[in-house]
């Protein structure tokens, strides 16, 4: 079973409020994901890091996405300023650094609801 | 562009009865594959996952998968379903470290 730890599991925001998450990875583990997964059960990849350097992340036009994975600290994903469209569960998932072959271990991730 | 295709959005078996759940994958690179499932308000979890070598790879708690080439598909089978087998099973793939996921196939297992 996965040992990744993601507070809080709810979250519940106004529109234009700040969102944040944060991720403990599986110990060991120096690369960490978020994903976004919305009612249609689309996934989308937002972003990953390998200890603090961020590896790819998709093009967020808008800029309201933010995240780190600062050293001995919680990685987190923060959204500016909420908007109805960002209501989903926000999955963090961590792997070892060896290549496309690992697996990565999710979270129960932190469903995010704006109202 | 790699894409994932689940066909079936849902899937009804008896307990005790015999499962397939389909997965397509286009990819033109070697696919790394896994299969995650997701029981209600809860994150994935690993099933099995494919690299290399013999096609019919085993997971956890009885389901294991087949992979072909030819077809570009990687089913999820298990010989008898158990009624807490209930969830939804999504297929994926790993293009340049990032997963990409199928829509997920949700299972009810009647008793």
């Known amino acids: 079973n996965s040992k990744v730890i993601q507070t809080p599991r709810y979250l519940v925001k106004g529109q234009g409020q700040k969102a944040k998450m944060r991720c403990i990875p599986e110990?060991?583990?120096?690369?960490v994901f978020w994903y976004q997964q919305n009612k249609n059960n689309e996934f989308k990849f937002l972003i990953n890091?390998?200890?603090?350097?961020?590896?790819?992340q998709i093009d967020m036009t808008e800029k309201r996405f933010s995240a780190e994975c600062p050293s001995n600290s919680p990685c987190s994903l923060e959204i500016q300023s909420s908007e109805a469209g960002d209501s989903a569960l926000y999955l963090c998932?961590?792997?070892?650094?060896?290549?496309?072959?690992?697996?990565?271990?999710f979270g129960p991730g932190t469903r995010l609801l704006v109202l | 562009a790699q894409s994932v295709t689940q066909p079936d959005a849902r899937v009804t078996v008896s307990e005790g009865a015999s499962l397939q759940l389909r997965c397509k994958y286009s990819y033109s690179g070697t696919p790394y594959l896994f299969w995650y499932v997701q029981y209600p308000r809860q994150g994935l979890q690993l099933l099995l996952k494919?690299?290399?070598?013999?096609?019919v790879v085993q997971g956890v708690n009885g389901f294991e998968a087949e992979f072909s080439k030819s077809n570009s598909s990687f089913h999820l089978r298990k010989a008898s379903v158990h009624w807490s087998d209930s969830a939804v099973y999504f297929c994926?793939?790993?293009?340049?470290?990032?997963?990409?996921f199928g829509k997920g196939t949700k299972l009810s297992v009647k008793s």
């Open positions: 110990k060991g583990h120096p690369v």
């Open positions: 494919y690299y290399s070598g013999d096609p």
């Open positions: 890091f390998q200890n603090q350097e961020v590896l790819q």
């Open positions: 998932a961590s792997s070892l650094p060896t290549g496309r072959q690992d697996t990565q271990y």
């Open positions: 994926a793939l790993n293009s340049n470290a990032k997963l990409t």
